[in-house]
C-alpha cells in the first residue's frame, strides 16, 4: 500500500523524502541522491509508458491513474509515492482510492516563501508565481515530455488531503517546524508511518542520528554542487542549471517580497494561512 508524500511544489518534499529514502533504504544512514530513487513520483512518464498508456492523450492518462496504482500495489509492502498534485476528481476519474492508501504525510509552507523559491527554481517573476498560487497551474516539462501534474491552487491542494483525517490516515508537517525541530518532526513521522504499519516502533538511533547529520541543508548544497541534482531546472534565459538547494530556511518573504505580492498572498489564502498560523 501508498504512503503519499504529498506538498504543493517547494514546500519541502524532498527534505522529507531524503530523511526516509535516507533511514529505509540506506544501511548507515549516510544519504546521496541516489536513495531518492527508491520513493518515486506519481504521476511519471516512465511508470505509465510501461503499461502502454498512450501519454500524449491526458484524457486517458487520468483514466488510468487507479489502473496504474492497481497494478503497482502491493498489499503486504510499504511503498512511499511522492506527488505534488491536488486529491482531484476529474471526469469521475479519482486521483488515488483509500483501499491503496496506508496514509498521508502532508507537508505545507507559508505561502509567501514559496512565491520566492518558486520564482527562482522556475524562473520566473515574483508576481507570475503569486498568480500560479492563487488561481493554479498545471506542472509539465514539454522538453521532456513528460505526464502533467495538477498541483490546483495553495489552498486547494492543501485542503483536498485533509479528507484522510477523517480515518485517521493525514499526518501535517509544516516546513518551519521541521527546519526548526528536524529531530523532533522526523522522529514523530517515523513513528507516523509505524502506527500506519500497526508494528511497533523501535528507532535505530545511530541510524536516526546519521541521517539528521548527512541531510542538513549544507551537505545538501555540497551534493548537488560536487554531482548534480535532477529536479533542478534550467533557466529560461542563461540555460544554466539554477540551485534547487538555494536558500532553503534562509528564504524570508519579509525581505523580499513586495507588499502588494504579499497581501495578495495573506487575502487570498486567509483563512488557511490563520488556520496553519501564518497570520
Same mark, same amino acid.
Given at each position: 500500500?501508498?504512503?503519499?508524500?504529498?506538498?504543493?511544489?517547494?514546500?519541502?518534499?524532498?527534505?522529507?523524502?531524503?530523511?526516509?529514502?535516507?533511514?529505509?533504504?540506506?544501511?548507515?544512514?549516510?544519504?546521496?541522491?541516489?536513495?531518492?530513487?527508491?520513493?518515486?513520483?506519481?504521476?511519471?512518464?516512465?511508470?505509465?509508458?510501461?503499461?502502454?498508456?498512450?501519454?500524449?492523450?491526458?484524457?486517458?492518462?487520468?483514466?488510468?491513474?487507479?489502473?496504474?496504482?492497481?497494478?503497482?500495489?502491493?498489499?503486504?509492502?510499504?511503498?512511499?509515492?511522492?506527488?505534488?498534485?491536488?486529491?482531484?476528481?476529474?471526469?469521475?476519474?479519482?486521483?488515488?482510492?483509500?483501499?491503496?492508501?496506508?496514509?498521508?504525510?502532508?507537508?505545507?509552507?507559508?505561502?509567501?516563501?514559496?512565491?520566492?523559491?518558486?520564482?527562482?527554481?522556475?524562473?520566473?517573476?515574483?508576481?507570475?508565481?503569486?498568480?500560479?498560487?492563487?488561481?493554479?497551474?498545471?506542472?509539465?516539462?514539454?522538453?521532456?515530455?513528460?505526464?502533467?501534474?495538477?498541483?490546483?491552487?495553495?489552498?486547494?491542494?492543501?485542503?483536498?488531503?485533509?479528507?484522510?483525517?477523517?480515518?485517521?490516515?493525514?499526518?501535517?508537517?509544516?516546513?518551519?517546524?521541521?527546519?526548526?525541530?528536524?529531530?523532533?518532526?522526523?522522529?514523530?513521522?517515523?513513528?507516523?508511518?509505524?502506527?500506519?504499519?500497526?508494528?511497533?516502533?523501535?528507532?535505530? $538511533?545511530? =541510524? &536516526?542520528? #546519521?541521517?539528521? !547529520?548527512? /541531510?542538513?541543508?549544507?551537505?545538501?548544497? @555540497?551534493?548537488?554542487?560536487? +554531482?548534480?541534482?535532477?529536479?533542478?531546472?534550467?533557466?529560461?534565459?542563461?540555460?544554466? $542549471?539554477? =540551485? &534547487?538547494? #538555494?536558500?532553503? !530556511?534562509? /528564504?524570508?518573504?519579509?525581505?523580499?517580497? @513586495?507588499?502588494?505580492?504579499? +497581501?495578495?498572498?495573506?487575502?487570498?489564502?486567509?483563512?488557511?494561512?490563520?488556520?496553519?498560523?501564518?497570520?
Amino acid at each position: 500500500m501508498f504512503i503519499w508524500l504529498a506538498s504543493y511544489p517547494k514546500s519541502g518534499n524532498t527534505l522529507i523524502r531524503s530523511l526516509l529514502s535516507a533511514y529505509f533504504f540506506s544501511k548507515n544512514g549516510n544519504f546521496n541522491f541516489e536513495l531518492l530513487k527508491n520513493i518515486k513520483q506519481f504521476p511519471i512518464k516512465e511508470l505509465f509508458l510501461k503499461y502502454g498508456v498512450d501519454i500524449k492523450n491526458e484524457k486517458e492518462v487520468i483514466r488510468n491513474y487507479i489502473p496504474i496504482q492497481k497494478f503497482i500495489n502491493i498489499k503486504n509492502s510499504i511503498q512511499f509515492l511522492k506527488t505534488h498534485s491536488y486529491l482531484f476528481n476529474i471526469e469521475n476519474n479519482p486521483f488515488t482510492k483509500l483501499e491503496y492508501t496506508l496514509g498521508v504525510i502532508y507537508i505545507v509552507r507559508d505561502p509567501r516563501n514559496i512565491v520566492l523559491s518558486f520564482s527562482n527554481h522556475s524562473s520566473q517573476s515574483h508576481e507570475k508565481s503569486a498568480e500560479d498560487l492563487i488561481k493554479g497551474r498545471e506542472l509539465r516539462d514539454k522538453d521532456k515530455e513528460d505526464i502533467t501534474v495538477y498541483p490546483g491552487t495553495w489552498a486547494g491542494n492543501f485542503n483536498s488531503w485533509k479528507s484522510f483525517k477523517t480515518v485517521n490516515k493525514y499526518m501535517l508537517i509544516k516546513y518551519e517546524d521541521l527546519i526548526r525541530e528536524k529531530d523532533k518532526i522526523f522522529y514523530e513521522i517515523l513513528r507516523f508511518i509505524h502506527n500506519l504499519k500497526n508494528v511497533e516502533f523501535v528507532l535505530d $538511533k545511530k =541510524k &536516526f542520528n #546519521n541521517v539528521l !547529520e548527512n /541531510t542538513n541543508f549544507d551537505q545538501m548544497q @555540497k551534493l548537488e554542487s560536487e +554531482n548534480g541534482f535532477v529536479e533542478s531546472m534550467n533557466d529560461k534565459k542563461t540555460g544554466n $542549471k539554477v =540551485k &534547487f538547494f #538555494n536558500l532553503g !530556511e534562509k /528564504t524570508s518573504w519579509k525581505n523580499s517580497l @513586495k507588499t502588494s505580492i504579499k +497581501n495578495q498572498i495573506e487575502n487570498e489564502f486567509k483563512k488557511e494561512m490563520k488556520e496553519l498560523g501564518y497570520l
